[in-house]
């Protein structure tokens, strides 16, 4: 009976004054904002009747390419906020002893920008991309299983969702993105903010796991035929090594997130500093994962711009062979060079030797994959694009990133670099280029496929020009002041430092990148009021199977599945005139996947559980548990064989987009 | 490969069940009949069982066979390779060096 009582007790104990964040101006003003919109979304939808609309054809698609975009839709916002704490950042630092933000909401800032860009931004971004693009160009219908693509997209969103509200309900984790132990750990941080991390992490992590194998299978199984491997577009490719990357490490960091919460919430001492726990191991099991996870990232990218480049160069990619082998040798690498993140701990000269050597061995294939992008450049017909300007861009702006690497791969120098400003410049000069520069050479390119309309190029070239700059403003100043000794996380230094006029430059150059960003915004906004919906399924004259098939892709991507005899098949075909015209005897029917409400609930109760068990209220999280268990059962008690689309429908289909190809406005040539 | 596997003598299974026999009883003798000490017995019997595992792999566990032969080879040699780099590659990183201590 006692027993019980406390039991309630504890469930009943909640501190409702530790519940919300009260007492700070910006984020009174986030949570009246966040109540605002959310009131004025529900409202909005409902007014419009567009709850049916929503559900039917968004919340429970099994479509890859609506999966795709809302992965790209989310990827914005994260964008917007991670952007938002990266200025407040700026802000802070603008002028030395500046009194905007305390020490404790610059941890939580720094903390939070850094967990929401790469997880939350960079690989929803590319997800996203790979999700629209991939059945495309290797011809095929969907993903190899659409129902688990729902689900992986739910656990990310769930997951994305509960690391942010931490802000304005709990508090937000505030040891960094990497969240090192003992720092990380209940006794240096009590408050429940690290289980936001343990826990947000865990389901978003679940989510990109299944991604990673749901490609592997699609990419291996569902290959159009005549697509060999040596075959497949180098964007494929690219997608097909960062499945297998995130196959092998995401565990890793899977596991090291559950030691981490069984740490903070059952009293286990894996990290920590008493009780035989080891809080370097933590360090290590992070940039285990943390190190593939750059090129998982980073991989994907390259495919993007082997793409880009290719097409407005208008010749094939130079040395296909060697790029396919330099991805493979990068893969292989980043598995090998994570000590690399922690030299200073000082495991002894024969370690950090070895990870200073693999380290620099990583700059060799992608010293290949640098000059086939110069060669497939060379005696080229280029055409500037608002897409092929990033990828120009990204060239010089990533061989910074990727020189300043070199220097830091070196064990001994890496203790003069390790901890400053000249670190953070170094992988903003790599991430940003790298994916940011990508996702919106990307966007810009694949845009047509995706919505039927184009992106303005007129207001593109604003976004990338103010985008470039800023960004080179932002950054460049970091490296000289991390060279004189600023450390990066520190909320303030002193005026007698002199770091103030460089760290008032970039706070400026944040400003200049946010105006490119808010001009992105404002592109989009435009083209879907204005743009010329008449454009050509193929308007970049461009190579590979996406092209091939209408814009807006219909649903079932392609009518008949294409056989490929070469790289760049559609080139070819619209060489020869082949496979380009459909016949009313080629049209069979379509065998396609239902919806399914399953992904979005258990997204739903994921979210549910892990908030409870944020905030360890254990047998509340237990019982939501229940509805995961649930929503496993009745998935495998779902017989569900999908749909048959009629070749009537079909037929309609393509003779719609078929017949409107000959009058359209061409906008390449 | 499948059609040896049914119609003609099982000679593989005979050679692997025979060198099974041989490692184990080699590493029951090691430890059983000399005086070699506590550390060198563990080094020799873990090699003997590791040879003997990766031995069965091929001679019982239809490793190369069938049309994904060579992807479960490829995968195999994958994730030894992983485990060596994230167990091995732990332990050399966190007891070496000044980690130690």
Known sequence: MKAKITMEVTIMSIKWDEFFITGDPLILGSQIAIVLTMIGAVAGITYLKKWKYLWTEWLTTVDHKKIGMMYIISAVLMFFRGGMDGLLMKAQTAQPEMGFLDSQHYNEIFTTHGVIMILFMAMPFLIGLMNVVIPLQIGARDVAFPQLNALSFWLFFSGAMLFNISFVIGGSPDAGWTSYFPLAGKEFSPGIGNNFYAVALQIAGIGTLMTGINFIVTILKMRTKGMTLMKMPMFTWTTFVTSILIVAAFPIFTVALALMTFDRLYGTHFFTVSGGGMDMLWANLFWLWGHPEVYIVALPAFGIFSEVISTFSRKSLFGYKSMVFSILGIALLSMVVWVHHFYTMGSGPAVNSFFSITTMAIAIPTGVKMFNWLFTMRKGRIKISSAMLWALAFVPCFVIGGVTGVMLAMGAADYQYHNTLFLVAHFHYVLIPGVVFAVFAGLYYWWPKMFGFMLNEKIGKWHFWLFVIGFNVTFMPMFFLGLNGAVRRAYTYSAESGFAPLFMLSAIGSIILAAGFAVFCYNIYWSIRYADRNISSDPWDARTLEWSTASPVQFYNFAKLQEVKSLDPFWHMKKKNEGLTLYDSEIEEIHMPSNSWLPIYMGVIFGIAGFLLVFEWHIAAALAAIGIFAGLIIRSFDYNEGFHVKKDEIHRIENAWRKTEGEVHDHVS | ?101
């Open chain 2, 1 to 101: 490969m499948e059609h040896q596997q049914s119609k003609s003598f099982p000679i593989s299974h005979v050679i692997g069940f025979v060198v099974s026999l041989v490692l184990t009883f080699a590493a029951a003798g090691i430890t059983l009949k000399t005086n070699l000490s506590f550390k060198v017995i563990m080094w020799i019997i873990g090699s003997l069982a590791v040879i003997q595992a990766g031995m069965q792999l091929f001679m019982f566990m239809h490793l190369r066979e069938g049309e994904d032969g060579k992807t479960n080879l490829v995968n195999m040699i994958y994730a030894v390779f992983m485990v060596i780099v994230i167990v091995v590659g732990s332990i050399w990183v966190l007891t070496s060096g000044h980690a130690a201590h």
